[in-house]
């Protein structure tokens, strides 16, 4: 195809960053209608549940509501240690996640692996999918979930989600493919 | 104390402490034996076996500078001072040897408290450098102090501060603040190396280590005074601010810098080595070896073929493998004699058995030898030798053993066409002749004749596996691997099985095991031999006694 | 409390007796790897014992063991010396810990195994608790459990080769069971992550 | 696929006697409607009514659960053999984890163990040891809470999950001040505590007892009597005094099937011995029963923290002896001595004398003990780790016999299987 896509020209930069008013405003209201899927599986779902709780209230920020079923949710959190039995299960689980979809890693477990560095715990869940944003501590505190979800936004209303950046890079790859022609 | 109480009915009753008036030595003390008594247990020990020495035996721990096994005794860091009954004074009891009937305590309070006294005296100037200095973790000093004093300080003057970084010599540098003047390594360069480059200076609690005004500390086993140095005084400019030290894992192998083969630790960290260190083996190389040897772990991470290699392009093992098929199926099926089989001193028997084990099902009677060329400055009478080759007596055993004359490389037939060496070592062989020939190398680096290879296979290296090596006396040492070959590296005798198997020959070995049997039953003098458990790496900070 | 549970171990059952002893206050016995099954069942049964309620099956591995420090003249327990190839030594121990909710005491039955041949006989048809304790020991140790009722691993999937607790497992020795060539790329982490 | 049917002498098909089921002859009308053969259901492992993630393969008979095979190990972190490669201190953070909801009792586990080990049992100041109960206590009761607050959430009652979590924060916010982390403390240390208890922690704590008292009467008036709760609760999953004995269950469990055992009570330990409290016991044994017990333990750790703030006296918090007990800070970048010490006890560890013991606490869920091999080093040899979860997680395929798969979630909730101990 001959489509160099990682290059730091401006004008690809550029491309990369167009957006057009539909995409922007659509963005814009997947930005607050998280649907999560709270995929819990350690200690850092203490956490969850206080950042869900009554202080730290995630519902401010429109992601309130759980959706246990992948299919109706689009941003996937994962929460606590991911070792290599669960790998398949998560692996099916974002599969069957709707597009657009994001993902956040919350906790070291979930990032990297943490202090668990050994023969069953996953050294971070990247190793089986992608992952937007990393939340580190071991657990977060519920302040650092909340701005994890924030960034998030921004990503989401700038485009920048790696499904959103996948669907762009098919559409660049179309668009260029039609140039050369 | 601990409240362990047993009550098997073999052993005796449990007692908290021994009994006051232990039973009196028999008195029939055995040839060129003494018997005595130490803290109420009664032992026999060799005559001239110092106290301290006997006391260990015994799982008593006397704290000790000066003292060294492999070094003349001095007796100046009083350190392990003890009482002796019917001698008015304490003695340092690593040089009262032991007597017939001698009856000695180390815990009693006077011995105790001389003990502490001597060690707070030698905590008096000692910088608090610990969280920087490199012997942190395996200090002599450390745990001298926790295991024997563990005390709070009592001090409240200022310091003597002397040079903190004195460049001793090509090889080590010296903290004088850190010394505690044991004269150690005096006495090791005396000792291993022949030669007097460290002494003294000055007086009471400014004297130092030094060397003679202008001259160096640079004889060829200088780095193991860094390893008697029981502080952090002396630094290997090779290893210092590394890595450290309680955080290395040590495996036990042989050193492959020659054909010495001095018994080592590899300390390795993150799949890599960070320094080697001698192990004791009185036959072998005491408790020393040299410096070149110990900067042979370099090797290991410059210039390693680290995946197969085809045509001058990256392949798999698979593809690999057939292009040697290729090559070879012709040459076996007509003309065996332009094929040459390369073994190697510098590679392990097991490798080396391998391949010849392979060449004689081939029915290839060109065996060669590839060596290192001697180095004749080397040998000095002591460890270091001339021939750098860590396993040319196994390598020349083994195809003697299998009927196979192996000719030095020099006198490679004008016949062959098609080449399989193991290593990367053919010397004396012009590049012309190289460009001629059809090399198929099982190596571990990329140099050399491996950079013209029509197939290279990489092989891992001596660090990363299970293998024996043959010395110069005889000696089959074993090593054990200490972390993962890098990327697709496998070990030299699996290449050969792979290699056997594409070329319809049987050569069934699934472990390094399965070789060294096969060998030893073909190899006569080895009959006896057996292989014994791989050694798991062992955590330095979990290590116990160590410093 | 722990002396007369041992006293009567030893009236009942000398002859199924490697060694009996105490540390840090609990009561240790080594028992006769044929003879493990019978004590057991006399120990629940026997109402001066009484022990009914289960607490543990775990297993050591010996491999390593090379205590230091061990305070001079004290055996720390039978097996207290290095454990090498040659010694013959058994390199397993299976520990069970009973306790009794009558008579609130406690006792610790070993028995040793040897390498090649790591098996034991089953408690589980005595403490049913013990089902799925030795189904961990066998996933951790490989000891089998003879007569066990549903022996496979626990807590590790059926695709794991080996047994992590032994000595000669490395730590970080990983068996993923989704292969991570696989990955669609992680356009984030091309990009070099980034915040904003 | 269809059971096969191969009658027998007695005429009755295998499955019959296999399942003692009714065969399909037998069935009424309505019966014959539903499929005759049995299903396999696929629950967990990330299921939202787990607690933790546990696979559970139901056999259902319609709705009616007739086979359940339990799979844990889903959150096997490998406890042990992390312990085995860090020093005695260095576990600490590792038993945090190991029951996440009340890290606290873990460590004084742990603590306990080692202390066994080297002799200092008894050695531990008075301070100390009340610091460690009002800890203990105060992570039984975030314990509790969460197990009681996500139950009921998972019934229906979202209100009561709001009400109990807001307890739970502030205990939370408390033994944020007392250790300096919300949720992994790694506050116990080997021969104490360790630091002190912070500035006005008496009254803070006074303060969210009272509040706590109060939340508890609003959780007890939504659920005691709530119907759809009690329903829900009473007569599932019950199980008899025997069982809960031979199964080795310990606990809220075990005390709800009538077995008076809580270690506190029968093998003191700590202070436990200096305060009053009461041990509640269950009749039923079902899940109802196991909901009151945990709501009089509650009760009763509010009266034990009550006391122990009365009567916990002033002195140092870490035994004094160098073995264990870091020198000052001061003292450590001033003085060679000190910076030893303080060097060897963080890079080699404790070092434990060579020998075995097994020590066990009271934990949340019921007797957490802890097996130790050392090796006069100073990391374990061994380290094993008696999970109440993981005994009690292996009875859950008797007690959801039976019952509709509905009824499963209450059971998981009730028997508070945490992952992080269950599968250590």
């Known amino acids: ?181 | 104390m601990t409240d362990v109480v047993k009550t098997s009915p073999q052993q005796p009753a449990p007692g908290a402490a021994p009994p006051a008036t232990p039973p009196p030595p028999a008195s029939t003390t055995p040839e060129g034996m003494v018997a005595l008594i130490i803290d109420g247990m009664a032992l026999t020990v060799k005559k001239g076996t110092n106290v301290l020495e006997a006391a260990r035996t015994l799982g008593l721990d006397i704290s000790a500078f000066c003292y060294h096994p492999g070094l003349p005794i001095v007796a100046q860091c009083r350190q392990c001072l003890v009482s002796v009954e019917k001698n008015p004074k304490l003695q340092p009891s690593c040089q009262q040897l032991c007597g017939e009937g001698m009856v000695v305590h180390t815990t009693d309070p006077q011995s105790t408290l001389a003990r502490k006294q001597q060690l707070e005296f030698t905590l008096l100037n000692h910088p608090i450098d610990c969280p920087i200095c490199d012997k942190a973790g395996e200090c002599t000093l450390q745990r001298m102090y926790f295991d024997h004093d563990n005390a709070d300080s009592r001090v409240d003057v200022p310091k003597v501060h002397k040079a903190k970084v004195v460049d001793l010599g090509p090889t080590i540098v010296l903290d004088q603040e850190r010394c505690i003047l044991c004269s150690r390594c005096i006495r090791t360069c005396d000792q291993v190396a022949g030669v007097h480059q460290l002494e003294f200076a000055h007086r009471g609690d400014h004297e130092i280590l030094t060397t003679a005004p202008g001259a160096q500390l640079d004889n060829p086993y200088s780095l193991n005074t860094v390893d008697v140095c029981p502080v952090g005084a002396l630094t290997s400019k090779d290893f210092r601010f590394t890595m450290r030290a309680w955080e290395l894992e040590a495996t036990p192998s042989v050193c492959n810098g020659c054909a010495t083969g001095c018994n080592i630790e590899i300390h390795h960290k993150n799949g890599r080595a960070w320094r080697l260190v001698p192990r004791h083996n009185p036959d072998v190389n005491d408790y020393w070896m040299c410096d070149e040897g110990r900067l042979t772990y370099h090797p290991l991470r410059e210039h390693r073929l680290v995946g197969a290699i085809v045509d001058g392009l990256p392949a798999g093992w698979d593809r690999a493998i057939r292009a040697a098929a290729d090559r070879l199926t012709p040459a076996l099926a007509s003309a065996r004699g332009s094929i040459g089989v390369v073994l190697s001193a510098q590679y392990s028997n097991e490798d080396n058995f391998a391949l010849a084990k392979l060449a004689k099902a081939w029915g290839v009677t060109n065996v060669y030898l590839a060596a290192k060329p001697d180095v004749p400055s080397r040998a000095d009478g002591k460890l270091r030798v001339a021939d750098v080759n860590p396993n040319r007596a196994g390598a020349q055993l083994i195809a003697e053993s299998l009927g196979l004359a192996a000719k030095p490389t020099v006198e490679l037939s004008a016949d062959v066409r098609v080449l399989v060496m193991l290593g990367s070592e053919l010397p004396e062989i012009d590049d012309a002749k190289l460009r001629e020939l059809d090399i198929i190398a099982i190596s571990t680096h990329e140099h050399g004749p491996v950079a013209n290879a029509k197939v290279a296979l990489p092989a891992s290296a001596w660090a990363e596996v299970s293998a024996t090596v043959t010395n110069n006396k005889g000696h089959v040492q074993r090593m054990h691997p200490a972390f993962p070959a890098p990327g697709q590296a496998l070990a030299g005798w699996e290449a050969v099985v792979r290699l056997a198997q594409a070329t319809a020959a049987k050569l069934g070995y699934a472990h390094a095991r399965e070789v060294f049997k096969d060998m030893t039953s073909a190899v006569p003098a080895w009959s006896k031999l057996t292989w014994a458990r791989e050694a798991r790496p062992l955590a330095l900070r979990f290590a116990g006694s160590r410093g | 409390m722990s002396a007369k549970v041992l006293d009567a171990l030893k009236a009942a059952h000398a002859g199924a007796i490697e060694s009996l002893e105490t540390q840090h206050g609990d009561a240790i016995a080594w028992i006769k790897r044929d003879q493990l099954l019978a004590v057991a069942t006399w120990l629940r049964n026997d109402p001066a014992m009484a022990f009914d309620a289960p607490v543990f099956v775990t297993c050591i591995d010996r491999l390593d063991w090379k205590p230091v420090d061990v305070p001079v003249g004290v055996p720390v327990y039978p097996h207290s010396a290095p454990w090498t190839d040659e010694s013959g030594k058994p390199r397993f121990e299976v520990v069970y810990q009973l306790r009794s909710t009558t008579h609130r005491h406690r006792l610790r039955l070993k028995c040793a195994v040897p390498e090649h041949d790591a098996r034991v006989p089953s408690l589980s048809s005595l403490w049913p608790a013990f089902n799925w304790q030795e189904r961990e020991t066998f996933d951790m140790y490989g000891i089998k459990f003879d007569e066990h009722p549903d022996l496979r691993r626990i807590f590790l999937y059926e695709e794991f080769v080996g047994y992590p607790l032994r000595k000669d497992y490395p730590k970080e020795k990983r068996q993923p069971l989704v292969r991570r060539d696989d990955l669609p790329i992680n356009p984030i982490k091309a990009e070099g992550g980034g915040h904003r | 696929m269809a059971a096969p049917s191969i009658p027998d002498a007695s005429g009755r098909s295998l499955k019959q006697l296999v399942l003692g089921r009714k065969d399909v002859q037998d069935l009424s009308d309505t019966e014959q409607e539903l499929a005759p053969d049995l299903m396999t259901v696929n629950m967990g492992p990330s299921h939202p009514a787990m607690h933790g993630t546990v696979r559970i393969v139901l056999t259902v008979d319609g709705e009616r659960v007739v086979a359940g095979d339990v799979q844990p190990g889903y959150l096997h972190r490998c406890f042990e053999k992390e312990s085995e490669h860090a020093t005695f201190t260095q576990v600490f953070p590792y038993t945090d984890r190991l029951n996440y909801v009340s890290p606290m009792i873990n460590n004084c586990g742990w603590a306990m163990v080692a202390e066994k080990l080297m002799g200092l049992t008894n050695e531990i100041p008075k301070r100390a040891e009340y610091i460690r109960v009002i800890v203990s206590e105060m992570s039984r009761m975030t314990d509790h809470l969460t197990c009681i607050g996500a139950s009921a959430m998972e019934l229906g009652a979202f209100a009561v999950f709001l009400f109990f979590l807001k307890a739970r924060e502030w205990m939370y916010e408390l033994l944020e001040k007392v250790s300096g982390a919300r949720l992994t403390h790694s506050y116990v240390r080997i021969g104490g505590v360790g630091k002190d208890l912070p500035d006005n922690f008496h009254a803070d704590l006074t303060l969210c007892l009272d509040q706590t008292v109060k939340v508890l009467a609003e959780g007890e008036g939504l659920l005691n009597n709530n119907k759809i709760f009690r329903d829900r609760m009473a007569g599932i999953g019950a199980m008899s005094r025997a069982d809960a004995i031979a199964t080795g269950c310990v606990g809220p469990i075990a005390r709800a099937a009538g077995l008076d055992y809580d270690v506190r009570k029968d093998y003191p330990y700590s202070v436990y011995p200096e305060v009053e409290f009461d041990v509640p016991v269950g009749t039923t044994g079902d899940c109802y029963d196991r909901y009151l017990v945990r709501i009089e333990e509650l009760k009763q750790s509010i009266r034990i923290l009550r006391q122990c703030l009365a009567q916990i006296p002033d002195g140092p918090v870490m035994v004094n002896d160098h073995r264990v007990a870091l020198p000052p800070k001061q003292a450590t970048y001033n003085t060679i001595e000190s910076m030893i010490r303080h060097f060897k006890h963080i890079m080699d560890g404790i070092r434990v004398p060579a020998g075995e013991a097994y020590a066990f606490v009271e934990g949340g869920n019921g007797e957490l003990g802890f097996y130790v091999v050392a090796d006069g080093t100073g990391r374990p040899y061994k380290a094993y780790v008696r999970s109440p979860s993981f005994v009690h997680l292996s009875t859950a395929a008797q007690l959801i016999h039976g019952h509709l798969i509905a009824d499963v979630v209450p059971i998981f909730g009730m028997i508070n299987m945490i992952g992080g101990e269950c599968d250590k």
């Open chain 1, 1 to 181: 195809m001959g489509v160099e896509l990682t290059t730091t020209r401006l004008e690809d930069a550029a491309k990369w960053a167009k957006q057009s008013t539909l995409e922007r405003a659509s963005n814009w209201g997947r930005k607050f209608s998280l649907f999560t899927y709270p995929f819990v599986t350690a200690c850092c779902g203490m956490e969850f549940m206080s950042v869900a709780g009554p202080k730290y209230d995630i519902a401010r920020f429109g992601a309130e509501f759980p959706r246990f079923s992948p299919r109706q949710s689009d941003l996937l959190m994962i929460v606590g240690t991911i070792t290599e039995k669960q790998g398949p299960a998560l692996k099916r689980v974002f599969d069957q996640m709707a597009e657009p979809k994001w993902v956040i890693a919350f906790g070291v477990c979930a990032s990297t692996g943490g202090f668990y560095q050994n023969y069953h715990a996953m050294p971070g869940a990247d190793q089986v999918i992608p992952v937007d944003v990393y939340i580190p501590g071991c657990p977060p505190r519920p302040e650092q979930v909340l701005d994890a979800l924030i960034m998030l936004m921004d990503r989401i209303q700038s485009g920048r989600g790696h499904s959103q950046l996948r669907t762009k890079r098919e559409e660049l790859i179309a668009e260029a493919a039609q140039n050369n022609e």
